[in-house]
């Protein structure tokens, strides 16, 4: 894929935000990326521009969150290395020790 150019070129998106009180949104894009939605759009991956920017940002907010439980896995795992070796009392133990 080719890099991003630096002069972007205006495409006007309107779409309803329907979170925002159906406020519309301007998205200036370039060339580049409007030449990748139309491609999609042509692939027949989605109907119209609108919707590429809807399956994009799906797509985003995935990888966010897979980011995100593979940093609180990695978290996970340096704790667990970090408690090896000591030594631990069961919920059982506790009562039993505090009279419950």
């Known amino acids: ?28 894009l370039g060339e580049y990326y409007q030449a990748i939605m139309s491609k999609a759009v042509q692939k027949g991956l989605a109907g119209n521009q609108t919707e590429v920017i809807r399956q994009a940002l799906l797509d985003y907010g995935r990888k966010l969150d897979d980011e995100e439980a593979m940093l609180v896995e990695r978290g996970v795992r340096a704790e667990m290395e970090k408690m090896k070796g000591k030594k631990w009392t069961t919920h059982a133990q506790l009562k039993k020790e505090l009279g419950f």
């Open 1 to 28: 894929m080719k890099p991003c150019p630096t002069n972007a070129q205006p495409l006007y998106i309107g779409y309803i935000i329907r979170y925002t009180s159906g406020e519309h949104m301007n998205v200036n």
